[in-house]
């Protein structure tokens, strides 16, 4: 019934199909025209008593499947704040995906605790972090976030003699959480799973980038989490840290800072300023998906307080051989993960810290370009163009939301709206190393004749 993977033949039509896939990734409509929306139809069908020939199945998942993809791992996709592919990753992806290794301890796959290791060290090379400070390689920023929290939350009350482990949050002592009024929603969301309810938030004021201003913060203790941006989700602005964090470590709050896309603003010279002092905080989260361009999921928690977060996530059994050895799974929420590490090793170390930098600044440089464009055009740029986002929009939001419907059934590029100042906008996130100027142009061209 198997196929034995001697049997390359299947192995082989999947890699044409995806090598097909990529050289025509560049050039075809980033999201899918209406036939093959409609050919989705095809996957409507019983569930078969009888086992299907595995060819078939990837020929049927190629010609309905690959059509109704979005091209997001192309140059002209602006949507949501995703990378795109650096080639050497998604090679190591194939090659991982073969190991098939499920990576909580050493004891369970040598080679990923070990990679997982180097890439620890690297990332804290990269951001300028404490050496004490560990690294979990979980799906994504949400799940980061997470982490920080929880490791922030056992980390306050054990300060206060309560240990939530335990305990439990019936009865425990206070803690406060201070955030941003511009704060992604995936912080709310990972505080509300830890049990901390909208109405228990202590929101400060922000600027018209959505950065908190210093001045307004409420006053910060030791029973303080304060949640701070390295990049905000439309603006792309970062919170002031080099006047915020000696606050917060004078007042001995725990500070998470949000880097989901950000973060990585720290392997650029040009941009050290953006992420200074940000070395004072006590975790942060990012998103190798994003900024870096790894496959997806690749998301990041690293927190200085090993303890904080081994004690928030660890699980026991008496099953479970830890060792001397990295174990992985003492600084992420899940047991079974897959190698996603490995993926983040190759993209690193093909870039080296030259490339990743060029990297950083080319987003930021075709950001910008997409600013000047739209401005020589007559459309509204309503942000300052700090790093990788650029807001736009047209003279009224009902201008504004005709024009991105007809550039999105267009094909030809595809962006997301926003709400910014009680204003309807049109959000671009430039975060793919394939976007090129001609893309930009080819872009904007497509807004202009959508306002005409």
């Not at 605790?113 to 804290?124: D, G, H, N, P, Y």
């Not at 400060?204 to 990049?231: M, W």
């Not at 799974?329 to 899940?334: G, I, S």
Request: net charge negative; with cysteine.
């Amino acid at each position: 019934m198997f196929l034995d993977f001697k049997n390359k033949e299947l192995f082989q039509r999947a890699g044409d199909y995806a090598l097909e896939y990529a050289e025509a990734a560049l050039e075809r409509n980033v999201f899918p025209d209406e036939k093959a929306l409609k050919n989705l139809t095809y996957f409507d069908e019983e569930l078969p008593a009888e086992s299907i020939d595995a060819l078939s199945i990837i020929d049927q998942l190629h010609k309905y499947g690959s059509p109704a993809t979005v091209s997001q791992i192309g140059g002209r996709y602006f949507g949501f704040v995703d990378g795109g592919v650096i080639p050497a990753s998604l090679a190591v992806k194939w090659l991982t995906d073969f190991w098939d290794q499920n990576t909580p301890m050493y004891i369970s796959s040598p080679v990923v605790a070990k990679i997982e290791s180097v890439v620890e060290k690297w990332l804290k090379q990269i951001f300028s972090l404490p050496h004490e400070t560990v690294a979990g390689f979980v799906s994504g920023s949400s799940m980061a976030i997470l982490c920080g929290l929880a490791a922030a939350r056992y980390r306050i009350l054990k300060r206060q003699g309560w240990d939530v482990n335990k305990k439990g949050l019936s009865g425990s002592p206070l803690f406060r959480v201070v955030l941003g009024k511009q704060a992604h929603g995936t912080v709310v969301k990972g505080l509300a799973i830890l049990g901390i309810g909208s109405e228990q938030l202590e929101y400060t004021a922000v600027d018209d980038q959505g950065r908190i201003i210093p001045e307004l913060l409420p006053k910060l203790d030791e029973r303080t989490i304060l949640v701070l941006q390295a990049g905000h989700v439309s603006t792309g602005s970062f919170d002031p840290f080099n006047k915020i964090m000696p606050i917060a470590e004078e007042a001995g709050a725990w500070v998470h800072v949000d880097g989901a896309f950000g973060l990585w603003a720290a392997g650029s010279d040009k941009f050290k300023n953006l992420t200074e002092s940000m070395v004072l905080a006590d975790s942060w989260s990012a998103d190798g998906h994003k900024t870096l361009n790894t496959p997806y999921d690749s998301g990041i928690i690293l927190c200085k307080d090993k303890e904080a977060l081994s004690s928030a996530l660890h699980a026991a059994g008496s099953y479970i051989i830890y060792g001397e050895n990295r174990d992985g799974m003492l600084f992420t929420p899940e047991m079974s993960r897959r190698a996603r590490a490995v993926e983040m090793w190759a993209a690193l170390k093909f870039l080296g810290t030259k490339g990743l930098a060029e990297l950083v600044e080319g987003l930021h440089e075709r950001a910008v370009q997409f600013a000047k464009e739209f401005e020589a055009n007559g459309f509204y740029v309503l942000n300052d163009v700090v790093f990788n986002q650029v807001l736009v929009s047209c003279k009224d939001d009902d201008q504004t939301k005709k024009v991105l419907e007809l550039v999105q059934k267009s094909g030809e590029c595809w962006c997301g709206n926003a709400m910014w100042s009680d204003k309807y906008v049109i959000r671009v996130s430039v975060c793919s190393w394939a976007t090129t100027e001609s893309d930009v142009s080819r872009s904007v061209k497509a807004f202009v004749d959508a306002w005409s």
